[in-house]
């Protein structure tokens, strides 16, 4: 594997201050959070945000809202259909139980019952709104979904993802645009010889890429850091944008 699941490290986070600005709607069926862009616009260009197993909450809300200021229109997908995994758990916690059957033992978060719920998000966005290019940021969970969309056919241009879990090979060999990678120092789901691992797969793959290492921080920095903590700040606030240079240089259309 690119990266290990999900563990227990997944849930653990800080709380950040601010107001969300955006709003929740239905995207075929499924809770989705709306940050329209201020200020610059890229036209005809959005991002579909897909969050780690927390989902649509506080922090990714004003994530969503931070990358919309820069000029981009986001759409954060609850990937977890209304059963997120709340943060800091302990570790009695059964992320695999989790995945496999759901908190209520009916609302599976595997593969086949993810992926369906992305599909639908890049289709509405092509095809209802009109969208031309799209971009995905995904952060732990959502990252897996980001780089199976980048595959031949699946409608997302350009990746960004942070401190992935769950990702096969075969999926990251399979990326067909650039991709760019956020990862912490600390990390017993994305660690080294993993990281090693991906470059060689990145490289042989042909498409632009980029892998930042940012030390003195654990697995879920760039979410859910203690913004009090300076080098976990910094580390966070770094890694968004090096997301935003990053659709900048390869997903936003000439205006």
Not at 147 to 176: C, M, N, Q
Not at 204 to 232: I, T, Y
Request: charge should be negative; charged fraction near 20%.
């Amino acid at each position: 594997m690119a990266s290990l699941p999900p563990a227990v490290c997944c849930t653990v986070g800080i709380r950040h201050e601010g107001t969300p600005t955006g709003k929740t709607i239905q995207v075929a069926g499924v809770d989705a959070y709306i940050a329209e862009p201020s200020g610059r616009v890229h036209r005809d260009v959005a991002i579909l945000y897909l969050p780690d197993v927390l989902g649509i909450w506080q922090n990714s809300k004003l994530m969503a809202d931070h990358f919309a200021a820069n000029g981009y229109y986001t759409l954060l997908l609850d990937l977890m259909n209304g059963d997120p995994v709340p943060m800091n758990r302990g570790p009695d916690f059964d992320m695999q139980g989790w995945r496999a059957h759901g908190s209520n033992g009916t609302t599976p978060h595997t593969l086949e019952a993810v992926e369906p719920l992305v599909t639908r998000a890049i289709a509405y966005l092509r095809d209802t709104l009109g969208i031309k290019k799209i971009g995905s940021v995904g952060y732990c969970f959502g990252a897996k979904y980001v780089i199976r969309s980048l595959a031949e056919g699946k409608g997302v241009d350009v990746g960004f993802i942070a401190h992935p879990s769950s990702t096969e090979e075969a999926e990251l060999a399979a990326i067909k645009g650039p991709l760019s990678i956020a990862a912490a120092e600390t990390d017993r789901v994305f660690p080294p010889e993993l990281r090693w691992k991906s470059e060689d797969i990145l490289v042989a793959a042909g498409f632009p890429w980029q892998m930042n290492l940012f030390g003195g921080v654990k697995h879920g920095f760039a979410v859910r850091g203690d913004m009090s903590v300076a080098k976990e700040r910094y580390a966070k606030e770094q890694a968004f944008f090096q997301a935003v240079v990053w659709f900048d240089a390869h997903l936003a259309l000439e205006e």
